[in-house]
Structures are given as C-alpha cells and as structure tokens.
Antibody, heavy 118, light 111 residues
Framework: QVQLVESGGGVVQPGRSLRLSCAAS????????MHWVRQAPGRGLEWVAL????????YYADSVKGRFTISRDNSKNTLSLQLNSLRPDDTAFYYC???????????WGQGTLVIVSS | QLVVSQSPSASASLGASVRLTCTLS???????IAWHQQRPEKGPRYLMK???????SKGDGIPDRFSASSSGAERYLTISSLQSDDEADYYC?????????FGGGTKLAVL
C-alpha cells in the first residue's frame, strides 16, 4: 500500500527558507517520478514541481522557478522540497504525490502546512 | 498555453447522477487527464485517468459508481447513485512536456 508522509511545514517569516520532506513506502520509490503540489487555504490545487525517478530531470511551475528546488534520495526513499525566498503567497498545504507512467498523479500524501507570515 | 477549465460548482440530489466536465485548451484537445476528489478538510484522492478515446483506468478501491468518458476537448466524470460523501471538490489534471496543470475544481453539492 502506497504511503506518502510529508513533514517540515511550519510558520516562517517572509524571505526565509524551509525544507519539506516526504517519506515514501509501500512501492519501489526509485522507479517513480514524484511531484509536489500545493493548495493555498480555500483555493484550488497548484502543481509545483516534478522530479524524474533518478533525480536527473526536474521541472517547475513558473511561480516557484528559481526559488524552490526539488530533490530526492532513493537510498532513503525520501523526496524533498527546498523553499527559499518565501513570500506570503507561498502559504499553502504542500502535498507530495507519485507520478504514474506518462505523468498523472495516482497517489497523494496528507500534506504539510507552510505559513509565511511576519 | 495548456489550460483546463471546470465549472466552479455543480449540484445533484441524493441517489441521482451527475456529470462533471473538464475542458482542454486549443492545441491540447487530445490530452489525457486525471480526476481527483478532495473531500472537505481532507487531502486529494486519485479517482481515474482518462484518455482522449475514452479508455480509462481507475485508482484502487474506486467504486463502479464513478465512470469517465471523453468527447473532443471535453473529459467527463460521471457519478451515479450519489451519496452524501460524494460531496467534495473534483479536480482534473493534465500535462504536456512534464509541465502539469490543474483545473480550478468543481465543488459538488449533494442535495
């Protein structure tokens, strides 16, 4: 059974950094691409980033390009998202999700909340 | 530009059927999409993926009441025999060259 558990959320001041993690289990992590998706309070889902199974290829939404970095450690079955230069509009629940074959998401974590506020 | 559009809201009575629509932007009308459900105060849940030819694959444990179809640029999610816990937000997701987008979601009310 696929399990994705995010951690690392919290309250952070504008301009500061935060690192989110996602612990994966129940599937062969090293063969799956992985996504980060976020959801601001009361808003819809927004795709953030995608990383290939081997970590070589990374793709970002324009809204986070240059500020966020997705990475993974296949030896530890862990996905990460480094959030730099945080802004109040980055406040959201951040979900990690598994990529299926050509692209769609087929499993979600429960999310971790990031609040950017002074 | 890759965009998927959804009506903001829909409603149907308990026990009835409802069809939700996801519309793909011009130039992307043959894209596959995935449907996701998000119940109030919960994380999203994958329902199914549907191709332009209407073929689809469901997530584990998704009831037969949920089905999908396709016509041109539109992808549909049909929920039959509506239950109270079908009241949720429904999002479609598509992708192109590893860039992904979500529709704005449809809030379904079960009356």
């Amino acid at each position: 059974q696929v399990q994705l558990v995010e951690s690392g959320g919290g309250v952070v001041q504008p301009g500061r950094s935060l690192r989110l993690s996602c612990a994966a289990s129940g599937f062969t992590f090293s063969i799956s691409g992985m996504h980060w998706v976020r959801q601001a309070p009361g808003r819809g889902l927004e795709w953030v980033a995608l990383i290939s199974n081997d970590g070589r290829n990374k793709y970002y939404a324009d809204s986070v390009k240059g500020r966020f970095t997705i990475s993974r450690d296949n030896s530890k079955n862990t996905l990460s998202l480094q959030l730099n230069s945080l802004r109040p509009d980055d406040t959201a629940f951040y979900y990690c999700a598994r990529k299926k074959y050509s692209g769609w998401i087929d499993s979600w974590g429960q999310g971790t909340l990031v609040i950017v506020s002074s | 530009q890759l965009v998927v559009s959804q009506s903001p809201s829909a409603s149907a009575s308990l026990g009835a059927s409802v069809r939700l629509t996801c519309t793909l932007s011009s130039g992307h009308t043959t894209n596959a999409i995935a449907w996701h459900q998000q119940r109030p105060e919960k994380g999203p849940r994958y329902l199914m993926k549907i191709n332009s030819d209407g073929s689809h694959s469901k997530g584990d444990g998704i009831p037969d009441r949920f089905s999908a179809s396709s016509s041109g640029a539109e992808r549909y999610l049909t929920i039959s025999s509506l239950q109270s816990d079908d009241e949720a937000d429904y999002y479609c997701q598509t992708w192109d060259n590893n860039i992904h987008v979500f529709g704005g979601g449809t809030k379904l009310a079960v009356l």
